[in-house]
């Protein structure tokens, strides 16, 4: 019986697709592999292929320099300090931004008026667009007209230059990204946070457990799949940031704002160095690609999933 079985096994699996189910296969999946041929993987390979070439200043590709850009690079001061700041900004970023998104979907999951009130009030922010956020921010922040200035002098703190002070422009930047992006985290957790089965918390009070007990040995096992989520999404966001960078500080002052995509973007449309910039470009995708990779290899052992 067993021989007989394995045999109409092997027939299920060796029987051909008829021509018709073949055709529509291609049908529907031509369409999403040209969109994806012709938006990333053209652009990546075309940007490859320009890191090895000098170009010319409308970005054509004239003399073939090897990898002279990626040398260039490794011994470059200007890009060493890019790479050091995007560190330290991924880094506040993403721990600040997670945290605050968690502490709202505590509140909101534990509030039980007002919570829809609270869910409108904490993503409002998600509907504007960065440079919105920005140039709001630029007016709040500004040393001259600023009421947050206005309201720290009035204690008798002095005046706080948050954009122009090297050691103060960074965190800034943090602060207004955090501002748009713990929103976004906000939802996903509160959405993990619902999805915690009631009962557990019903046990943990019959055992007389705290709020705090409950968080560190209920929610955040629990919710460890909706964290990793944020986590990826949030360090990818984080390394991609420019458009706060260059309305409000523009890499300044003294280069303590200068993100590496920042970096690129003089490279290419200020100083024409389009093969540096593509060079540039490849380091921060093979960045981001380990980083990725060592997130789904390491950390993700230590979610926990239902």
């Known amino acids: 019986m067993e021989y007989v079985y394995e045999q109409k096994i ?24 040209l969109l994806i041929t012709l938006f990333t993987f ?5 940007t490859l292929y320009t890191s090895f070439w000098a170009t010319d200043f409308s970005g054509n590709p004239k003399r073939f320099v090897g990898i002279t850009y990626y040398v260039e690079l490794l011994n470059s001061q200007d890009f060493i300090n890019s790479f050091i700041v995007t560190l330290k900004y991924v880094g506040f970023n993403t721990i600040f931004s997670i945290i605050g998104g968690l502490i709202l979907a505590l509140i909101v999951d534990n509030s039980k008026i007002f919570a829809k009130l609270f869910n409108v009030l904490y993503t409002f922010p998600i509907s504007l667009s960065s440079a919105s ?11 001259s007209v600023s009421i947050i200035n206005y309201l720290i002098e009035r204690m008798g703190l002095g005046k706080i230059e948050w954009l122009t002070d090297p050691k103060l422009a960074l965190l800034s930047i943090v602060l207004i990204n955090c501002w748009q992006n713990i929103p976004f985290n906000f939802i996903f957790l509160l959405a993990g946070l619902q999805n915690i089965p009631y009962e557990l918390y019903e046990v943990s009070n019959i055992d007389g457990a705290n709020f ?11 919710l460890t799949p909706t964290l990793f989520f944020v ?12 458009t706060i960078v260059h309305i409000l500080t523009s890499g300044g002052p003294v280069n303590s704002t200068k993100l590496l995509v920042y970096s690129i973007y003089q490279d290419a449309f200020f100083n024409f ?6 060079a540039e470009s490849i380091v921060l995708f093979v960045i981001l690609f380990i980083l990725t990779v060592f997130q789904f290899k390491v950390v993700e052992k230590k979610v926990f999933y239902q």
Do not use: H, M
């Not at 705090?212 to 629990?222: E, T």
């Not at 986590?231 to 420019?242: A, E, P, R, T």
């Open 10 to 33: 092997t027939t299920v699996k060796k029987r051909k697709k008829p021509p018709k189910e073949i055709l529509e296969f291609i049908i529907l999946v031509l369409p999403t592999f």
């Open 42 to 46: 053209f652009p990546f390979f075309k």
């Open 133 to 143: 956020c920005a140039i709001v921010w630029g007016i709040l922040l500004n040393p």
């Open 212 to 222: 705090l007990y409950k968080v560190w040995k209920i929610i955040l096992p629990l």
């Open 231 to 242: 986590l990826v999404i949030n360090i990818i966001d984080s390394f991609q940031q420019f």
């Open 273 to 278: 160095k389009f093969g540096r910039a593509c």
